[in-house]
């Protein structure tokens, strides 16, 4: 055990750990609004609006994260003269681009199932009492339908969101150096595999904790009205 | 040679796209459309590496079936040690599914492949021996992925033993079982009702995260595609051609599924 590389590394840890908690957050958040769009979608009686949604999350929950993020990353090489056409080269020649519109829209396919349970298990006496009331369309979505959605599907988003912080490490393969980039390129400087490697584990195993407890934060907080102990 | 059964899978992708619009699963599209099919033809030629893909397909299958065996055993062996009353089998347990849940899988395969033998050597440099230890990538990855499953697959028995109704349970004591015997007896076959689904949901997550034993050079799907895609400068076509193979193998898994849990839950009345 080499302790003094595992402490010589740190500050690139630093750096490595601020990188993946951002492309954590970054598509989190834009995969969230995106997920309850496709999701709305997916309920949606219009084949034109549920197909489209159906086939876009069985491709990306049917389908590694791996190949598409080299689908996107490498794959849109043989469309860079279109792509430069359109303006849009600037953008998928850097890696960062890539590794993030994967994790976002492979988030935004798991997530978006999710939500699906959730509304598909909205009691249907809260929505006549939205309709009573004489809401209807976007209204009754946005006051009844998603907030009660979300509440049913938190746990499970919980779980998505630590998935996803995980998958970021796959962005290390595409030479971003997160916290699993860091240690790839420490270790093979340094050949302190198992040091760096368990450290980089710990690492994670904290993050991922973290990541729960703020969600169970939260879940205690949208079913504050809920629970009969009104903390 | 290489390129026959190419083109049958070329065929198939195609002529899968065009029976639906003309009924038929082959035939030539009309004259003013044969640019376009030619353009699609075009994209899709893996000029000779379709076979390669298709071998690839196989060994992805054989890691995930090797995996998924392992992590059959283990999640049982965990589930059953985290149901017990004996402390340390529990606790230990309870460590194996929380440390390995929460730590992606690509940090445990690059932990195991390069990790593993550097510790073997230093613990051999500790007694003085000089040992140089080269791990197969297929075992690695397939124990690996196994090892992080089977902490998955432990969650899944878990629910399935509790789901098995007590009283059950309690007959089994009544009759004079021992608790082994129950176990084996009432506890194991009924539980298994219960745990389809969610073993279902374990192989299909398994069967995506092979893909990443690609990182240690093992040719399988993944890998195949990658060296296809640097020989023919084709990477979007190599990649959507073995992602498309990747929802095969998870379109057939599904139905596979829907059989078992069928078959499993022929015994049980429906109201």
């Known amino acids: ?53 159906y086939g876009f999350t069985f491709y990306f929950r049917g389908t590694p994260l791996l190949v598409q993020l080299f689908l996107i990353y490498y794959g849109s090489g043989q469309f860079q003269e279109f792509l430069s056409n359109v303006g849009l080269w600037t953008f998928f020649k850097e890696a960062w681009f890539c590794a993030l519109l994967t994790l976002t829209l492979n988030t935004t396919a798991y997530s978006a199932e999710i939500f699906r349970g959730g509304i598909q298990g909205v009691t249907f006496g809260e929505i006549e009492a939205g309709r009573a009331y004489g809401m209807s369309g976007v209204k009754l979505y946005r006051r009844i339908i998603i907030p009660s959605a979300l509440r049913i599907a938190w746990p499970a988003y919980t779980n998505e969101v630590v998935f996803l912080l995980q998958a970021t490490s796959l962005v290390s393969i595409i030479t971003l150096m997160d916290l699993t980039g860091v240690a790839r390129v420490a270790s093979a400087r340094t050949f302190a595999f198992y040091e760096l490697f368990l450290t980089v584990a710990l690492i994670y195993l904290v993050l991922v904790y973290v990541i729960i407890f703020v969600f169970k934060r939260i879940e205690r907080r949208i079913n504050a009205h809920l629970s009969s102990n009104a903390a | 040679m290489q390129g026959i059964p190419l083109q049958a899978v070329l065929t198939f992708f195609v002529g899968a796209g065009h029976s639906r619009a003309g009924g038929r699963a082959f035939h030539l599209p009309p004259a003013h459309q044969t640019k376009e099919f030619f353009k699609v033809i075009e994209f899709l030629d893996l000029e000779g590496y379709g076979m390669l893909l298709l071998k690839g ?167 195949s595609a990658d060296v296809a895609a640097r020989s023919i400068r084709k990477p979007f076509s190599c990649f959507f051609i073995a992602s498309l193979l990747y929802l095969g193998i998870t379109i057939l898994s599904l139905v596979f599924q829907q059989w078992a849990e069928k078959r499993a839950d022929r015994g049980v009345r429906r109201e």
């Open chain 1, 1 to 53: 055990m080499d302790i003094d590389v595992i402490l010589d590394t740190l500050p690139k840890f630093w750096d490595g750990a601020v990188i993946t908690i951002e492309m954590t957050a970054i598509s989190v958040t834009i995969g969230f609004f995106l997920a309850i769009l496709v999701a709305v979608m997916r309920t949606s009686k219009s084949p034109l609006l549920w197909m489209p949604s």
């Open chain 2, 57 to 223: 397909a196989r060994l992805t299958l054989a890691v995930g079936v090797v995996s998924m065996v392992i992590a059959l055993f283990l999640g049982l062996v965990a589930a059953l040690c985290k149901l017990s009353r004996f402390k340390l089998l529990s606790v230990s347990a309870e460590l194996y599914t929380t440390v390995i849940r929460g730590v992606p899988e690509l940090v445990l395969i690059l932990l195991v492949y390069y990790g593993g033998p550097t510790v073997v050597q230093d613990v051999a440099a500790l007694w003085g021996k000089d040992l140089y230890v080269d791990l197969n990538p297929f075992f690695a990855g397939s124990v690996t992925i196994g090892f992080i499953y089977g902490a998955f697959a432990t969650e899944v028995y878990r629910g399935a033993f509790l789901a098995v109704p007590k009283g059950e349970l309690e007959a089994g004591r009544a009759c004079g079982m021992s608790p082994w015997l129950t176990v084996r007896r009432i506890h194991l076959p009924q539980m298994w009702r219960f745990a389809i689904p969610g073993l279902g949901n374990v192989w299909m997550v398994l069967i995506k995260a092979t893909a990443l034993i690609s990182i240690i050079q093992l040719p399988e799907l993944m890998r």
